[in-house]
């Protein structure tokens, strides 16, 4: 929704009238506020639908670890920035993103693409042969995995084996998760130290239409 004429206002998201709001198809007011946790809105706004129970708390869980990172060069350059100027938390807000790169952050859509390459390579055949065929090929060239190892916890980031509750189903539009989906923890990391997703959890694709 834009502020002003709303002639050409086009929204997949969201859309609004003099007395009601819509949010991917349903009423802010009636539907949401009061009713979905702020992670369930969340996933609503990029995916469109609401997340089962077990989304939502392998969400929840992710949101959690990554939200400390100590004195790494993004929050550094949020602090200075605010210090700065302390009556402008945009600027220190968007020095902190502006400080987001390939290091710090970035490695987590490295890994994304590893293994939306590893995808395309099976193309809907055999995955694992792809998988195995991709991992050879960056062990002879001698190339780091994405979303693996990390500089301070060599022996495997101790967030990757936090083990959130299991969650409990409180609506019937949500799928129950499966038991025991959580398998043995991968030594995965990244610099957002985010725990492996079960596959009981399934994350769709993430799109944002205008």
Same mark, same amino acid.
């Given at each position: 929704? &834009?502020?002003?004429?709303?002639?050409?206002?086009?929204? *997949?998201?969201?859309?609004? #009238?003099?007395?009601?709001?819509?949010?991917?198809?349903?009423?802010?007011?009636?539907?949401?506020?009061?009713?979905?946790?702020? =992670?369930?809105?969340?996933?609503?706004?990029?995916?469109? /639908?609401?997340?089962? *129970?077990? @989304?939502?708390?392998?969400?929840?869980?992710?949101?959690?670890?990554? $939200?400390?990172?100590?004195?790494?060069?993004?929050? @550094?350059?949020?602090?200075?920035?605010?210090?700065?100027? +302390?009556?402008?938390?945009?600027? *220190? !807000?968007?020095?902190?993103?502006?400080?987001?790169? $390939?290091?710090?952050?970035?490695?987590?859509?490295? *890994?994304? &693409?590893?293994?939306? @390459?590893? !995808?395309?390579?099976?193309?809907?055949? #055999?995955? %694992?042969?792809?998988? %195995? /065929?991709?991992? @050879?090929?960056?062990?002879? %060239?001698?190339?780091?995995?994405?979303?693996?190892?990390? +500089?301070?916890?060599?022996?495997?980031?101790?967030?990757?084996?936090?083990?959130? /509750?299991?969650?409990?189903?409180? $609506?019937?539009?949500?799928?129950?998760?499966?038991?025991?989906?959580?398998?043995?923890?991968?030594? /995965?990391?990244?610099? =957002?130290?985010?725990? +492996?997703?079960?596959?009981?959890?399934?994350?769709?694709?993430?799109?944002?239409?205008?």
């Amino acid at each position: 929704m &834009k502020i002003g004429s709303q002639r050409h206002a086009v929204s *997949a998201i969201s859309t609004a #009238n003099a007395e009601t709001i819509v949010v991917r198809g349903e009423d802010l007011c009636r539907d949401l506020i009061g009713a979905v946790t702020l =992670t369930e809105h969340f996933w609503l706004l990029v995916t469109g /639908a609401r997340p089962t *129970a077990a @989304q939502t708390r392998i969400l929840d869980a992710c949101l959690v670890a990554i $939200s400390e990172h100590g004195l790494v060069p993004s929050v @550094q350059a949020a602090r200075m920035t605010l210090a700065a100027g +302390p009556d402008a938390m945009q600027g *220190a !807000v968007a020095a902190g993103i502006l400080g987001c790169g $390939s290091v710090i952050l970035g490695s987590a859509e490295n *890994a994304g &693409k590893f293994l939306s @390459q590893m !995808v395309e390579r099976a193309a809907g055949s #055999n995955l %694992a042969a792809a998988a %195995a /065929a991709l991992v @050879q090929e960056y062990r002879a %060239a001698r190339r780091p995995f994405p979303g693996y190892g990390h +500089p301070l916890h060599k022996g495997g980031d101790p967030r990757s084996r936090s083990r959130p /509750a299991a969650p409990v189903v409180t $609506s019937r539009r949500r799928a129950p998760a499966r038991r025991r989906c959580w398998r043995r923890p991968a030594r /995965a990391s990244s610099s =957002t130290s985010r725990a +492996p997703f079960p596959r009981c959890c399934s994350t769709p694709a993430f799109h944002s239409p205008a």
